[in-house]
């Protein structure tokens, strides 16, 4: 299924290493396709190997249907992170919030370097969110001029807290979105 390349293939004299290795893959494995299926099959898996990166792709699409298959993508040199494609492998160290917040449907993030597995909210909570930002985006381009490309900047949207959660204000309401430190329990 995968192979990560921070493992240590090399067993410690009392044999522990390889066990220890060998079980946190497997907690690895486990929250990856928990996570993916919580999140519909909305899966995007960051590395820096695109050999590494497609493998697990393609154990993930195991796991989806014909339809949802037909909207995944394997690696595309120089591509980054695109909204609402179900199933993507990308050569990136991050996804931000603001590229998140834009699909359609909540996303699981597993980077396959930090052997990590984040996700957004469930989907009643995740759609009242992204309803809410994209109305503050439209309140932001109607009330503010433009900049250069015409778009206010989305960096300037969020906000990191020490808490690694992301807020995002408006004079209505204030949005704490947790997504991205979101982790399944240990």
Sequence with gaps: LFSPSS????????????SDSHRST????????????HTQGCTTVLGRSALNVN???ESLALLLSDRDRARSSLVVANRPYVSDLILQG???RSVSPAQLIRSQLPT??????????????????????????????????????STADGVPSLSSTFSSSSSSSFCLSTNRTTILWRGMDRFLPD
Excluded at 7 to 18: K, N
Excluded at 122 to 127: A, I
């Design 7 to 18: 493992s240590s293939s090399s067993a410690s004299a009392s044999g522990t290493g390889s």
């Design 26 to 37: 497997l907690t690895f494995l486990a929250r990856a396709i928990t996570s993916h299926l």
């Design 55 to 57: 493998g697990f792709v």
């Design 90 to 92: 990308v050569l990136a």
């Design 108 to 145: 699981t993030v597993v980077d396959l370097e930090t052997l990590t597995v984040q996700h957004t909210h469930p989907l009643n909570e995740y759609l009242t969110l992204r309803r809410e930002y994209l109305a503050y985006q439209i309140d932001l381009l109607s009330a503010s001029p």
